[in-house]
């Protein structure tokens, strides 16, 4: 039992000293990777939705493997051949996830992966052509964006925002008008007692003169 216990950290140890062996260590290479940006865009023109992944800065020296969940596609793109590598995704009606996998294709590190980098597209918003967000002025709230992340909102809480948007956007005038409607009680009945409690102070007054 002792045999296969030391026989099996024997082989444990040797694959984790191979695993650090080959980690990259090229200085180089490593600042290059960190250069690369990865930016996610969406092309809001309703005639065409679809988000777009770009990768810039790819260096000579590195590979850029680029693989969605949906499709299960894997495209690869050489630094020799290009510096930006660009992906659309026309699928709207899920999240499709990204993995962007930096590779080495030069020295000592050829083939090891240098960094990782994972992008969600946005899934389309079935408000952003509802009534009110087809109104010109109402176009650029946030939840008549074709991308908006409505998760959790159903028609219910769209109506709520949309009756907050349409209180944020009401003339002060007609606010004012509104909660003077609403007080209007509060208003009328101090404003008679105070006129009546005139009245009778004028009245003692000129009786008071009288005498």
């Known amino acids: ?21 080959f980690a990259c260590t090229d200085d180089k ?8 940006e990865v930016r996610l865009t ?25 693989k969605e969940d949906y499709n299960n ?14 992906v659309d995704e026309e699928n ?5 996830n990204y993995t962007i996998e930096v590779y080495s294709n030069n020295g000592t ?4 992966i240098l960094r990782t980098e994972k992008v969600t597209t946005k899934r389309y918003n079935r408000y952003s052509v509802s009534d009110f967000c087809m109104i010109e002025k109402n176009k650029n709230e946030d939840i008549c964006d074709p991308f908006f992340d409505n998760t959790g909102i159903d028609n219910a809480s769209f ?8 209180e944020e956007k009401k003339p002060f005038i007609n606010k004012l008008l509104e909660v003077l409607k609403q007080n209007i009680l509060f208003i009328i009945i101090p404003f008679v007692l105070g006129c009546s409690f005139y009245v009778i102070l004028i009245r003692k007054e000129k009786k008071h003169k009288r005498r």
């Not at 039992?1 to 062996?21: D, E, G, P, Q, R």
């Not at 290479?29 to 690369?36: C, D, F, N, T």
């Not at 969406?42 to 850029?64: M, P, Q």
């Not at 596609?73 to 660009?86: E, F, L, P, Q």
């Open 29 to 36: 290479l490593l600042s290059v990777a960190k250069k690369i």
């Open 1 to 21: 039992m002792k045999k296969v216990v030391i026989f099996l950290s024997l082989i444990f140890a040797l694959f984790t000293f191979k695993v650090n062996l």
């Open 109 to 112: 590190c050829k083939g090891e």
């Open 92 to 96: 709207i009606m899920v999240n499709v």
């Open 42 to 66: 969406e092309n809001k023109d309703f005639k065409n939705l679809y988000s777009t992944i770009d990768v810039f800065n790819i260096d000579k020296n590195l590979d850029v493997v680029i």
């Open 159 to 166: 109506q709520q925002i949309v009756e907050e948007i349409k």
């Open 73 to 86: 596609t894997k495209n690869t793109y050489s630094g020799k051949d290009v510096n930006v590598a660009s």
